[in-house]
């Protein structure tokens, strides 16, 4: 090609690039909306839909002088019309969740019936790395708009269990609410770890974990304050008596003292940390039990620490139930646990006298019965009867079946 | 010459332009997913001109203006001013939330002092204890409070019994695919039909027995609907229908380490599904319960007899194989280094060998118990020793965490047995 003819090329390509570059830019952002811009006929999906046959009203609508693509202007136009700040926020927070819910719609998992696992599994793992990913984005959003990393939290404060909202009840809510979003993070976050690993944990992935956890600590640490952060790890930590079967039924302590032992019980097992450590060995575990009781035992002191290990046995605790139901002192309570203990022992020494003939050791548990029967009856009172038949069934079992037919033969 | 250098000047203003074009904006807005809504909007605040010749006044409206402790008031107030519905709806939502929010704060802050006496009363881990308390039933009562204000101001939202109906639908309407549209339609408005009439039924005898005319009349629903879709679909498709969304078409889906193709699935599928019947059959019959497990016993051998004819002997071996529980404890950890199937295979060997070994020791009687037992540790250390050689040592280590508890009692003598009974 001759040079004239791209000269003329090159300049038309200088005059289109140079209409393009004075129209299409786009322009910033108004403090207030342009009136070509209110003028603008746009419709959300999210609006209500409009019959066809209502025509559009030609009058400005003041909210549409509110409403904006672009999500500062948005925040910007709320606060000026005086919209309180939470407002705003709650709002804007709103209508980001609903922006990134229509995102995160997942295509369904739809799988042919001979898909294998593995196949199964992969897809699945994407398709949770795709929302942990956009959930991410969402909250990094609301950060860049707002200054906090907000999310619609109202729903699942409103639908807790009532365990979950009185264990976080102390926090102010919009502590709690941060506390539940970093918890779900850290929760998510692990899980995806764990299905990456296909839950074989090789120390790569522990490692992970444990960065993950210290994360997650920090976290909270930058949320609460130390006594915040304090109180919110003892009540998680409380589960461990949950789940170790720990009672202090009957054992007169002190709420402050439960929430010291409490924190005794991390050196057994960190609840905030399960899944993350191996399990220990039994023999571990059964010396760090040992180290937890004996330090139950020096904040309660021997006599109450006896209570504490009565109140570990569910035949107190059932004996203790019946007593409360009945209106019964816990003293009557502890006096037939007693008694059953010590007669229970005093009816597998008789079973094992072999010096006794077979028919000497049945009059001698029915003896022992008979005597066990009166002391219940001198501590439950009018209540006796209820309690033979129902927790008090032991007794029938000091002479076994075979004896007392024998012995009424 | 002055060609060239106009020539070079207009091409440097091109590129000059492109960047321009392109280049980023840094006072780009933070786009919205859509533009400013427009709700339809019946009547505006008669303050505004109907015909606005002049610019729109700002700002158009000021946010005390809608408040009102009246909540249908400020929900109509928004609706005025053009504010889209599913923005009421956010607004209301968040101002009902901040109203109850504040009553729900009190009713715990008076429940605060007792959470440590609560624990100590093991209450927390009792399901019936907690709704008991006076703050329990308070706040019970403020939940099903906003619930009802909510529905008051924004109207009922589609239940979540409904929500789970819907997505079921949709989920069934996903998995027949293979079926053409209209009977895909019309399937799904039978099976519709059908749940309504079974559930006019449950509904005519609540927690009562139901009876003779009653079974008979479930019993007709039934056969109706069965009659009806035989109706609707060709005989072929009634099969596909049956086997694939039969229990048993899942098998798949729980078997890792094989991946079946579409016609290995099919076979299969119809022997697991023959299979099942053949079972419920036997679990009917009136035998005794040695016959019961001798026949069933022998319904697997005639399964596995005739899987084996529907693959190839390869395709067998590795269906077999995934079967086998030990297997599958020996390929998650293979999978997991990348390890090919066939070491998780060798150490299925290497572990059967052992284990059989162990057997061989421990019914020697000629053995004293001594010899025994140091051939039964012999036996472990090289059953450890093949496995290590076999995986590698950093996999075996794994495997003996996840699933290879069995060779610490490998070495273990078994109870002796006095009259039958274990000691």
């Known amino acids: 090609m001759k040079l004239p003819r791209l000269l003329i090329l090159s300049v038309a390509c200088n005059v289109a690039l140079a209409i393009v570059f004075l129209t299409a830019r786009p322009k910033t952002a108004p403090n207030s909306p ?33 409403e904006s693509a672009d999500y500062r202007q948005y925040i910007a136009s709320l606060r000026a019309v005086d919209c309180p700040e939470w407002l705003v926020r709650q709002i804007i927070v709103a209508d980001i969740d ?38 991410q984005e969402k909250l990094a959003l609301v950060k ?84 915040q952060l304090e109180e ?73 620490f006896v209570d504490y290990e009565r109140a570990q046995h569910i035949d107190f605790r059932e004996t203790l139930d019946f007593a409360q139901r009945s209106h019964l002192p816990p003293d009557a309570a502890v006096r037939v646990y007693e008694l059953r203990e010590n007669t229970g022992r005093q009816a597998a020494e008789i079973r094992d006298d072999t010096n006794m003939s077979a028919e000497e050791r049945a009059a001698a548990l029915v003896l022992l019965r008979s005597a066990a029967m009166k002391n219940v009856a001198s501590a439950f009172g009018d209540n006796c009867q209820d309690y033979l038949s129902s927790s008090g069934q032991w007794l029938n079992e000091i002479v076994p079946m075979q004896t007392v037919s024998a012995s009424t033969q | 010459m002055k060609l060239r250098l106009i020539f070079a000047l207009s091409v440097a203003l091109n590129a000059a332009l492109v960047a321009a074009i392109f280049a980023p904006d840094k006072k780009m807005p933070v786009v919205r997913h859509e533009p400013a809504a427009v709700a339809a909007q019946p009547e505006l605040p008669s303050a505004l001109p109907s015909n606005p010749p002049a610019p729109a006044p700002w700002p158009p409206f000021r946010w005390n203006e809608m408040v009102s402790d009246d909540l249908k008031t400020y929900r109509e107030n928004l609706r005025a001013v053009g504010c889209p519905e599913p923005t009421v709806h956010e607004i209301m939502q968040a101002i009902i939330n901040e109203k109850f929010g504040a009553r729900r704060r009190e009713i715990l802050a008076t429940a605060e002092d007792s959470y440590w006496d609560i624990v100590r009363r093991g ?14 039933k308070a706040l019970t009562a403020l939940i099903a409070e906003r619930e009802q204000t909510l529905a008051d101001v924004l109207g009922e939202e589609t239940s979540v019994a409904e929500q789970k109906r819907q997505a079921q639908r949709e989920q069934r309407e996903r998995s027949r695919e293979w079926l053409p549209v209209d009977k895909r339609a019309q399937l799904a408005s039978l099976e519709d039909s059908r749940d309504q009439h079974f559930a006019e039924w449950a509904a005519a005898f609540g927690s009562r027995v139901p009876t003779v ?47 079946p193709s579409e016609d290995e699935w099919r076979s299969l599928t119809t022997l697991r599904f023959q299979l099942e019947q053949a079972q419920n059959d036997l679990a009917a019959r009136t035998i005794s319960e040695d016959e019961k497990q001798a026949q069933q016993a022998q319904l697997q051998v005639n399964f596995d007899a ?54 061989q020791i421990s019914a020697n ?21 093949a496995l290590s050689q076999i995986l590698g040592d950093e996999t075996f280590s794994t495997y003996e965490k996840y699933g290879g508890d069995w060779l610490n009692s490998l070495n273990q003598v078994p109870a002796k047995k006095i009259y039958g009974i274990e000691e």
């Open chain 1, 34 to 66: 342009s009136p070509s811009a209110i003028a603008a006929p746009v419709v959300s999906k999210k609006a209500a839909p409009v019959p066809a046959a209502t025509p559009i009203p030609t009058t400005i609508v003041p909210w549409r002088q509110i």
């Open chain 1, 98 to 135: 609903d922006l990134y819910r229509q995102r995160a719609q997942p295509e369904p998992l739809q799988f042919n019936p001979w898909q294998a696992a593995e196949e199964r599994s992969r897809v699945a793992r994407n398709r949770s790395a795709r929302l942990t990913a956009l959930r």
């Open chain 1, 144 to 227: 860049s708009l707002l200054g906090c990393e907000c999310e619609n939290i109202a729903d699942k404060i409103w639908s807790q269990d009532l365990s979950s909202t009185f264990t976080l009840g102390f926090l102010p809510d919009e502590k709690a609410a941060r506390v539940l979003l970093l918890e779900n993070q850290f929760a998510d976050t692990a899980q995806k770890i764990r299905e990456d690993a296909h839950f074989i944990l090789l120390d790569e992935d522990q490692k992970k974990l444990q960065s993950l956890y210290e994360g997650f600590q920090t976290a909270l640490a930058g949320e609460l304050d130390p006594a």
């Open chain 1, 232 to 304: 919110f790890q003892l009540r998680a930590q409380q589960r461990f008596l949950i789940a170790n079967d720990i009672h202090f039924d009957a054992v007169p302590v002190t709420s402050g003292e439960v929430r010291e032992i409490v924190g005794f019980s991390k050196s057994v097992k960190d609840m905030a940390r399960e899944g993350f450590d191996e399990p220990p060995s039994e023999a571990g575990l059964a010396s760090r039990m040992d180290a937890f009781n004996a330090q139950v035992k020096s904040v309660l002191g021997a006599a109450r």
């Open chain 2, 123 to 136: 209450d927390l881990a009792k399901r019936q204890a907690l709704p008991q308390t006076g703050w329990a």
């Open chain 2, 213 to 259: 005319e009653g079974q008979a009349r479930l019993e007709q629903l039934q056969q109706e609907f069965a009659d009806a879709r035989k109706a609707l679909l060709t005989p072929e498709e009634q099969e596909e229908l049956q086997l694939r969304e039969s229990d048993v078409a899942d098998w798949a889906a729980n078997l890792p380490g094989f991946s």
């Open chain 2, 306 to 359: 005739a899987a084996q004819q529907a693959l190839s002997p390869d395709r067998f071996a590795q269906y077999q194989l995934a079967n086998n529980e030990q297997y599958q404890a020996l390929h998650n950890v293979t999978q997991r280094y990348g390890l090919p199937d066939s070491v998780a295979a060798q150490a299925l060997q290497a572990r059967q060998d052992a284990q059989n070994m162990a057997t």
């Open chain 2, 365 to 385: 009687s000629d053995l004293s118990p001594e010899n025994q037992q140091a051939a039964l540790n012999l036996n472990q250390q090289q059953a450890r020793q």
